[in-house]
Every structure is written in structure tokens, then in C-alpha cells.
């Protein structure tokens, strides 16, 4: 398997991954021209939750792994980089990337497949049969496919998704299934979509959540300030568990400090 080496100008290595060091505008460029050379990116979107959760977790840090192209998805990541002295230009946020590449997409003549996620329904587009998995969707003035309701603990889900994959053949599949799922997911069937033909395989947590209108992203003044995650947690309070782990991501960056 081809392991992306990331070019030193790009990145930093922060908890022993190297993330996009500059903007989110490199970051776009960077995806699409890795793709018209003809490279296979799997992107992921670390935040200090997931950074967390790596440290507790070694089938997830594994996984990480497998990735080539890290996004400092989450303020913390930004602020920890600083601290460290090994600083990246800005928070890269995954829901902007992906805007950015579906924005793309008709005009490049690329196609797009999500996999997981709910609550998209109102995004079907007109005559799509309704009990099919595989259908499409319109996200902003740009078709996709959508293989939803993907179940966790369904074997069978994950070879009806490379079906949809060698049936569609997508550019980009996105990965809506949450943290470490999404991750895990990507690491285990990352070589049978490359053997597809797909480009590019990113994980977007609720990326598409916020692009269909399910979820209301926050104000820019929020996202300057680094406080989205408190936004979203105003309006998912079930998460209220997950900020716990904001405390430990303290710790860990005060632990490397002096190392």
C-alpha cells in the first residue's frame, strides 16, 4: 500500500501526526491536485476529542494510521500547536473543506458518495425510489450519492457500500459515521476503494448535518473565537459527555511541553 509522505512545507507533526501546517485554501488545492497526479488521499479530521481518544485507544490510533492528509479540525489543535512551537496557520475545518470540494465538483467533472448519516431525506432528489440505500441527493446546487442509514453492526452494509462504490463510481466518498467508527471503517476497506477507483476518501463526522441544513453551523464570531464546539453542544446537549475529554486534551499538551 502507497503511504502518502507528507511534503515538509505542509505539515507538523503534533501527537505524532503530521497535520496541514497552512490554510484551508492549501488545503483544497493541495487535495485536488494530489488527485489530477493521480494519488489516492484518506483524509481525516482530528480534534482534541479524537486526540483523547487515540491516547485511550489503540485500535483507533492504529487506524489513524492509515491515513495520509491530517486537518487540524478543532481550535484546541491550533492552540496546542502554539503551545508546542510547532504552529499551524489556522484551524482547518472539515465542514469547510468539504463545502469547498462539493462546490467543485460539477466543474472539475468529479462525483461524490456519502456513506452514513440521517436525516438527509428532505436533500432526495425527486424520483429516487424510496427503499433504495444507494440514492442521490442534492447538497447545495450539487448532486451526490447517498448510502444511508448505514448500520454499524451490519457486515453486509459495508459490501453493499463498495457495490454502490464500483457501481457509481465516485471521485470522493465522505465517511458519516462518527468517531472512532468512521475512522476504523476507512482503515479496513481503504485499499478495496482504491482497487475502485476512488480519489479521495475523507471522514466528515456531521460535515453533511450542517451542508443539508439539519444542523445550524454557528456564527462566525463563534467559529473566530474557537467556541463552535459549545454551539453544537447547545443544540446537541447529548455531547455534554464528550467535552470531558477537552480536560484531558489539556493535560496531554501540558505533558509534551518540555519534551
Not at 497535520?19 to 492549501?26: G, L, R, V
Not at 452514513?116 to 431525506?121: D, F, I
Not at 440514492?135 to 444511508?148: A, C, N, S
Amino acid at each position: 500500500m502507497k503511504k502518502f509522505e507528507p511534503i515538509s512545507y505542509f505539515h507538523q507533526t503534533l501527537f505524532e501526526l503530521p497535520f496541514f501546517a497552512t490554510t484551508k485554501q492549501d488545503a483544497v488545492l493541495f487535495i485536488q491536485k494530489s488527485i489530477g497526479d493521480g494519488d489516492f488521499l484518506a483524509i481525516a479530521t482530528p480534534n482534541p476529542e479524537q486526540i483523547v481518544q487515540a491516547s485511550q485507544d489503540p485500535e483507533f490510533k492504529t487506524a489513524l494510521t492509515k491515513f495520509d492528509l491530517f486537518l487540524p479540525d478543532g481550535q484546541g489543535i491550533v492552540w496546542a500547536s502554539k503551545i508546542l512551537r510547532r504552529p499551524l496557520s489556522e484551524r482547518i475545518a472539515g465542514v469547510d473543506v468539504v463545502e469547498e470540494l462539493v462546490k467543485e465538483m460539477e466543474q472539475k467533472k468529479q462525483t461524490g458518495l456519502i456513506v452514513g448519516g440521517r436525516g438527509y431525506q428532505e436533500s432526495i432528489s425527486a424520483g429516487q425510489p424510496l427503499k433504495e440505500k444507494c440514492v442521490e441527493i442534492t447538497v447545495g446546487d450539487t448532486k451526490l450519492t447517498w448510502f444511508r442509514d448505514f448500520n454499524r453492526d451490519e457486515v453486509a452494509d459495508s459490501q453493499d457500500v463498495l457495490t454502490c462504490v464500483q457501481k457509481n463510481k465516485p471521485t470522493f466518498v465522505f465517511v458519516a459515521l462518527g468517531a472512532p467508527y468512521q475512522e476504523e471503517w476507512v482503515s479496513q476497506h481503504r485499499e478495496a476503494l482504491q482497487k475502485a477507483g476512488v480519489k479521495c476518501v475523507m471522514v466528515v463526522g456531521g460535515a453533511f448535518d450542517v451542508l443539508t441544513g439539519k444542523v445550524q453551523r454557528a456564527p462566525d464570531l463563534i467559529q473566530h473565537i474557537g467556541f463552535e464546539w459549545g454551539w453544537r453542544l447547545l443544540q446537541q446537549p447529548w455531547r455534554w459527555r464528550r467535552q470531558l475529554r477537552l480536560i484531558e486534551f489539556v493535560k496531554l499538551v501540558l505533558q509534551q511541553v518540555d519534551k
